[in-house]
């Protein structure tokens, strides 16, 4: 519908969103999510746990984040903002952790003291009037709740909710021992060295000074949904890692951004996972191209 609108309109929206830009402020009506509740697969419905809440934004809103975003990413850019964290994946000790709630989390004025230290007062001024008093409501058919406050986090569906994020945690503690990798929420540790018992006290200091930080700046992180994995060809394993005094479970294998990883690196795993889900995706289009379809080859021009 955007696209078809007439020159005039899109001047409009050009007028408005240079005056969000000039007065530092994000509209109020543009700050409701609307959260659709989606049933789970085999789940029992009578709970809430059973649900996925899903938030939608008006697209304007959108639109105007997406613009914000090619203004904002130049910005960070130039002045480094957001780490380059990599690691590769040979004989070495990994430990997946697990962010409870990471998006659903971020503590505002923590939040707000970090894009200060990044961003241009006026651009902080808006980004702080978009990220406050926001509002939701849940609609059932046609029924709708009353709106309420959301006292924290970064608005889920958003455009620029991802980016802010990635400003938040971009002081992240950096090991001298360890290669970090995050995307998004998803965060790596990996330690390396022959001796097992070396690489878990490697991995062990770093994590205390990474429990600090979380400490800080009020992050939760779901100690029994990480994942402690020891890649080697070797039978051995490395000793525990702990996380707020809790033992992270080990793993034989993990999956990881869509990628099944043992701890021999074979991508047996990985292979039969993916070859199970194109029989499923070929089961789904047998309608079309089975021997029973009424679909025809045969073109008429």
Not at 177 to 185: E, K, L, R, V, Y
Request: glycine share 4%; with cysteine.
């Amino acid at each position: 519908m955007l696209i078809e609108l007439p020159r005039v309109a899109v001047r409009i929206l050009l007028f408005i969103f240079n005056a969000m830009l000039r007065l530092e402020y994000f509209p109020n009506n543009w700050k409701v999510a609307v959260v659709k509740m989606i049933p789970k697969p085999g789940k029992d419905l009578t709970k809430a746990e059973s649900y996925r809440p899903i938030s939608l934004l008006p697209t304007m809103s959108k639109l105007f984040e997406k613009l914000l975003v090619t203004k904002l990413s130049p910005i960070l850019a130039e002045r480094n903002c957001i780490p380059d964290h990599q690691f590769g994946f040979r004989r070495q000790h990994a430990l997946f952790i697990d962010v409870s709630q990471a998006f659903d989390k971020v503590w505002h004025e923590g939040l707000i003291l970090k894009l200060k230290l990044h961003l241009p007062t006026n651009i902080v001024k808006l980004l702080e009037n978009y990220i406050t008093s926001r509002k939701f409501v849940v609609k059932e058919g046609e029924f709708v709740s009353l709106p309420e406050y959301i006292a924290s986090g970064v608005p889920q569906g958003s455009i620029l909710g991802p980016l802010l994020y990635l400003i938040y945690t971009s002081d992240m503690p950096v090991g001298s021992n360890i290669h970090t990798s995050t995307f998004a929420d998803d965060t790596a540790c990996l330690s390396t060295h022959k001796i097992p018992q070396e690489a878990t006290r490697h991995l062990q200091e770093y994590i205390v000074q990474f429990e600090q930080w979380l400490k800080l700046w009020r992050i939760k992180v779901n100690e029994q949904k990480c994942v402690h994995v020891t890649f080697t060809l070797r039978r051995e394993t490395c000793p525990p890692i702990r996380i707020n005094n809790q033992v992270v479970p080990q793993h034989s294998r993990v999956k990881y951004l869509g990628i099944h990883l043992d701890q021999r690196l074979t991508w047996k795993f990985h292979i039969e996972a993916k070859l199970t889900q194109m029989k499923l995706k070929l089961a789904q289009l047998h309608w079309l191209i089975g021997r029973n379809s009424t679909l025809s080859l045969d073109c008429k021009l």
